[in-house]
C-alpha cells in the first residue's frame, strides 16, 4: 500500500468521521455547542502548555521570548475560564453567530445586487443571503431559547456535507488510482 493509498484512506476515515460528529451534532442539537466548547477550551489550554514549555526549554538556549510565556500563560488562564463558564459562553456563542451571520448576509445582498447589475446569476447567492438574514435575525432576536439549537444544527448539518464530500473525494481517487 502506497503512501497515497494510506493517506486517501485515512481521509476517507476523517470524513466518516466528521459524518458522525455532524450527525451527533443534529441528533444532540442544543447541547453540542456545550461539549464543542469544552473541547476548545481544553485545546486552548494544551496550546497554552505547549508555549509555556517552549519558553522553558528555550530558556536553557538563550533564545526564550518572554511574549511566548505570556502568551501561553493567557491560553491556560482563557482555557480554563472556558471550561469553568461553557453554560455562559453558551449563551454568548447564538449572539456572535447571529450578528457574524447577518453580517455576511448584508454582503450577500450586496453581491447579488452586484451581479444582478452585471448581468450575471445572482438567483442562488440571493436566497443564501435570505435564508442567512432570517435564521440570524430570529436568533438574534431570540438566541437563548433556539439560537444555539439553530447554530447546532447548522453546524452538523455542515459537518455532515463536508465528512460526505470528504468520502466521496477520497473514495473517487482511491477508485481511479486501483484502475491504473
Do not use: Q
Not at 120 to 141: D, G, M, Q, Y
Amino acid at each position: 500500500m502506497t503512501n497515497e493509498t494510506k493517506s486517501k484512506r485515512l481521509l476517507m476515515l476523517a470524513g466518516f468521521a466528521l459524518m458522525s460528529l455532524g450527525i451527533f451534532a443534529i441528533l444532540e442539537a442544543g447541547r453540542a455547542i456545550t461539549r464543542v466548547l469544552a473541547v476548545i477550551g481544553v485545546g486552548v489550554i494544551i496550546a497554552g502548555a505547549v508555549n509555556i514549555l517552549l519558553f522553558i526549554r528555550k530558556l536553557n538556549v538563550s533564545k526564550a521570548e518572554p511574549a511566548s510565556l505570556g502568551m501561553g500563560i493567557i491560553e491556560v488562564i482563557a482555557g480554563v475560564v472556558i471550561l469553568l463558564n461553557r453554560f455562559i459562553a453558551d449563551d454568548i456563542v447564538p449572539v456572535i453567530w447571529a450578528v457574524a451571520t447577518l453580517y455576511s448576509a448584508v454582503i450577500g445582498f450586496v453581491n447579488a445586487a452586484w451581479l444582478r447589475k452585471s448581468g450575471e446569476k445572482w438567483i442562488t447567492p440571493f436566497t443564501h443571503s435570505v435564508v442567512r438574514s432570517v435564521t440570524s435575525l430570529t436568533a438574534l432576536f431570540d438566541p437563548f431559547s433556539w439560537g444555539s439549537t439553530v447554530i447546532d444544527i447548522i453546524i452538523g448539518l455542515y459537518m455532515t456535507c463536508y465528512g460526505a464530500l470528504w468520502l466521496y473525494i477520497s473514495a473517487a481517487t482511491l477508485r481511479d488510482a486501483d484502475r491504473k
